[in-house]
Structures are given as C-alpha cells and as structure tokens.
C-alpha cells in the first residue's frame, strides 16, 4: 500500500467515525426534543424516530471493514460504543472483537451473553478462536470445543496451550501442503479443486507421506515450469523453519530479513503442524511496540480511553507510587545541602540543569539498549565494550555541554568556580547516567521483567537524585 493510499484510507476512516458521531448526536438532540413535546401517540414517534436514525447508522455499519468498525467503537464513550455494537450484525462479531483492542474487547464481551458470544467465536477459524479465547468465559470456551470435530478440537486446545508471543500462539492451520512425488500438474488439479487459497500464500509447502516438511514450492515456479516436472526436483529445500516454541520475537526478526511473506511451522519430528503468515507478523509487531511506548510510560497494559476512573487508577498508580518514591528521595537530598543553598541561591537555579540533562542522556542510553535486547544483538561477551564506548560517549558529551553551561554560569554569576563545578557535576551525571542506563535495562531482564516497562521511570530518578547530590556536593566542598 502506498502513502497515498494509506493517507486515503485514514481519511475514510476518520470521515466514518464523524458521520457516526454525527448520527449519534442528531439522534440524540432529536430524541430530546421529542420527548419533551407533547403530543399524540407520543411513545409511537419517538419509537420512529430512534429507528430512523438507528437504520441509517447500521446501514453505514454495514458498508465499513471489521478493522474500521473497531477503530470507530475504541474511539467512543461506553453508552454510545454498546448502541452503536448493538447493531453489528452477529455474523461480524467475532471478526470486529478481533480487531479490537483488549481493554475495548473486554467492555463488549460483558455486554454480551453466552449464546451470542458462542455464535460470534462458531463465525472463526480455530487460530482465531484461538487468540480470542483468554477473553472469553470458561463455559463459553467449553460449550464451543463441543460443537467442534475432533480436528479442529485438537486444534484449538493445542493452539490455546502455547503462550500468546511464540510462534505456537501465532501460527494459523490454513494452509496448504503437497506431495513431494507429484507432478505440478497435479498439484494444479489440485489447487482448482480447493478453489480458493488461504490469503497470503506465496507457497506450497512439500511433505512426504508422513507429512514431513521437505521444502516449498514458490508459485511463481508452479505457473511458470513444465507440468509435467515432479515438485521434488524443483521445489526449494533451503526453508526458514519456526518451532511453535519460538519466539514471536525472534519470528518477526526473520521474516524482515529474509523478506518472508509464509513460513512453515513443525514439530519436534519435522511434521508441518501450520504456517505463519506476514499479517499476523505485522500485527504481532505493531502490538509490541505500543506495549513498549506504554511500558515507556509506565503503563501496565493498553488503556480504554474511554474506561472508569478506577480501571484507569489501578493502570496507572504502580509507577506513580514508584515516582513519588523516587521524588521524596531526591527532595531529601536537597535536603542534606539546604545550608549550602541558602549561602549561594544560584545552586537552586543551576541544579535542575544538570538533573534534567542526566535523565535526557540515560533515557537515550536505556532506548538503546532496550532496542538491542528487542533485536537480539546484545550478548554478555560485548557488555564490557559496550560500557565503555557508552561512558566515552557520556564523558564527551558532559565536557563538551558541561563547558557550555560552566561558560553561561561565569556569565550570569561572576564566578568561575562555579562555572567548574557545574561543568564537572554535568559531566559526572552524564557518566552515571550512562552507567544505569546500560544496567537498568539488563538487571530487568535478568529478573525476567520487560526491560522496556518503567525503565525510563528509573533512570530519572536516580540522574535526578545523583545530579543533585553531585552538583550540590562539589559546590560544597569547593565553593563554600
């Protein structure tokens, strides 16, 4: 998709949400108004009136893609989110709760019953079922393996026991798979007999008579050699293979360098068990790295934007509690030198520079280094070097905007020792910043915690508590 596109398609999208906030709004004026006159068969009117506006609404409904219909429904308050899913139809359901978000999904889920939750999850694939599952009810998720063949039982119980970031939780079971003693020929009867194929399929994949995975056939080899040429002989046995153990991570990895579109997923025999297709990859992808931008923030999980201030209190308050923690230990450092401050006032104005530019610098660091535990590059053989490039890199900067500020300090006070001492205490920070924000992020993984969550959270405080304890200290000892 081009930008073009892209930007079109934002549009439309915008545009729908303003024509549904519209209708819900005229709706709503109308209705007011209706029901404070009074008239004949007043109930009758307002009844035609609502249905008016509700038809006109489900019409739009209906013309819009699941993935729109859900962006709309995150993008309203809870009263008019339930009234405007109310008129999906039910055969959408499922693919809409799909799209959705968690926190929003959650909301319509308790709006709905188990009969219709059972007939929205009956409408997907058992991968999709699969992903939807750790939101839906015990009994629910119980009544629909029921109504199940044993394949697609096995299937289902199979893909809801791997965790939701490996490759076991992302994979899907549309595919479609050939014998390696065929002729292409053969496998095109075969294709025109299915009669469609699973979307996003660039490739066959080989097996034998046990279904062991032996290679791909690319289709564009299938269309273009002779019909008559066994697959074995031209079908490619160099494959990206995943395990469904893998990392999602480490999937998303590889299908970015080796530009994959499919890729077979196997057991421990080698078995083909299912595939992995880009769209699933991309989705994976994009919900990573809003958990990183909210882990940033010190946010636990995505947040409705339209929930209860107690939903949003409780996913917030932990790093807020953390934060007011870290502030009362920076406050009473401050503290420790209020002698010092009151004898030289320009310590007050001067020691936010040096805190506020620590944290920029280790928020930088930290950054870094959570990138490169994301992409797998960071080994413990590289630690040593890597801290000391980051110190060299730290040390530098603090001399080089640690001269700057000392210069500017001279400037505005007339003394040149404090311009030193802030120039040191810059520097100092900025190394000290350097330090934790390589460290910060390993002693969380180590700890088996998500290196990006609150981490930025952490560096600030301690840059801030260590700036002012560094700055107020040299000031200290060589001014006073």
């Given at each position: 998709?081009?930008?073009?596109?892209?930007?079109?398609?934002?549009?439309?999208?915008?545009?729908?949400?303003?024509?549904?906030?519209?209708?819900?709004?005229?709706?709503?004026?109308?209705?007011?108004?209706?029901?404070?006159?009074?008239?004949?068969?007043?109930?009758?009117?307002?009844?035609?009136?609502?249905?008016?506006?509700?038809?006109?609404?489900?019409?739009?409904?209906?013309?819009?893609?699941?993935?729109?219909?859900?962006?709309?429904?995150?993008?309203?308050?809870?009263?008019?989110?339930?009234?405007?899913?109310?008129?999906?139809?039910?055969?959408?359901?499922?693919?809409?709760?799909?799209?959705?978000?968690?926190?929003?999904?959650?909301?319509?889920?308790?709006?709905?019953?188990?009969?219709?939750?059972?007939?929205?999850?009956?409408?997907?694939?058992?991968?999709?079922?699969?992903?939807?599952?750790?939101?839906?009810?015990?009994?629910?998720?119980?009544?629909?393996?029921?109504?199940?063949?044993?394949?697609?039982?096995?299937?289902?119980?199979?893909?809801m026991s791997y965790e939701e970031d490996t490759v076991g939780g992302l994979m899907d079971y549309d595919m479609v798979s050939v014998r390696e003693d065929v002729t292409l020929e053969v496998a095109l009867l075969y294709l025109r007999h299915l009669g469609e194929l699973p979307n996003q399929t660039d490739k066959l994949f080989v097996v034998d008579s046990q279904d062991h995975l032996k290679g791909v056939l690319p289709l564009k080899r299938m269309l273009t050699l002779d019909p008559g040429t066994i697959i074995r002989d031209v079908m490619v046995e160099d494959v990206v293979v995943f395990h469904p153990q893998d990392e999602g991570r480490t999937a998303a990895q590889a299908f970015e360098r080796y530009d994959l579109v499919t890729a077979p997923v196997v057991d421990g025999n080698s078995r083909l068990i299912g595939r992995l297709a880009i769209d699933v990859v991309m989705d994976y992808v994009r919900e990573e790295s809003e958990a990183e931008k909210l882990g940033l923030a010190g946010l636990r999980e995505e947040e409705d934007l339209f929930a209860s201030v107690w939903k949003s209190v409780q996913n917030r308050w932990a790093w807020l509690a953390v934060n007011l923690i870290t502030a009362l230990i920076a406050s009473r450092v401050i503290g420790l030198f209020e002698g010092s401050i009151q004898k030289l006032v320009a310590l007050a104005a001067l020691m936010p520079i040096v805190a506020g530019i620590g944290g920029n610098s280790g928020n930088q660091t930290t950054t870094m280094i959570v990138r490169a535990l994301a992409l797998g590059q960071l080994r413990a053989s590289g630690m040593r070097k890597l801290l000391r490039k980051e110190l060299g890199v730290a040390g530098l900067n603090g001399l080089l905007w640690?001269?700057?500020?000392?210069?500017?300090?001279?400037?505005?006070?007339?003394?040149?020792?404090?311009?030193?001492?802030?120039?040191?205490?810059?520097?100092?920070?900025?190394?000290?910043?350097?330090?934790?924000?390589?460290?910060?992020?390993?002693?969380?993984?180590?700890?088996?915690?998500?290196?990006?969550?609150?981490?930025?959270?952490?560096?600030?405080?301690?840059?801030?508590?260590?700036?002012?304890?560094?700055?107020?200290?040299?000031?200290?000892?060589?001014?006073?």
């Open positions: 998709m081009t930008v073009v596109q892209e930007n079109k398609s934002h549009e439309s999208v915008q545009e729908s949400l303003q024509h549904v906030q519209a209708l819900l709004h005229k709706q709503q004026i109308v209705e007011s108004l209706v029901h404070k006159q009074e008239m004949p068969k007043h109930d009758l009117v307002q009844s035609l009136v609502h249905k008016q506006h509700l038809a006109e609404l489900q019409k739009l409904l209906d013309t819009l893609h699941p993935a729109d219909v859900a962006y709309i429904l995150e993008a309203l308050p809870l009263d008019q989110r339930l009234l405007v899913w109310d008129l999906v139809k039910a055969e959408r359901d499922g693919e809409i709760l799909l799209e959705a978000s968690d926190a929003v999904r959650e909301s319509l889920i308790k709006s709905m019953d188990s009969e219709e939750l059972l007939a929205a999850a009956e409408t997907l694939d058992t991968d999709e079922i699969a992903d939807l599952a750790p939101d839906l009810p015990r009994d629910v998720i119980e009544e629909l393996l029921q109504t199940l063949d044993a394949q697609n039982r096995a299937r289902l119980q199979s893909a640690g001269s700057v500020m000392g210069v500017i300090a001279y400037l505005l006070y007339k003394n040149i020792y404090l311009g030193l001492v802030i120039t040191g205490a810059m520097t100092l920070n900025l190394m000290l910043a350097a330090v934790m924000g390589v460290l910060i992020p390993l002693a969380m993984m180590k700890l088996g915690r998500d290196p990006a969550v609150g981490s930025s959270v952490m560096i600030t405080a301690i840059t801030d508590s260590g700036g002012f304890f560094i700055f107020l200290g040299l000031a200290t000892l060589f001014l006073l």
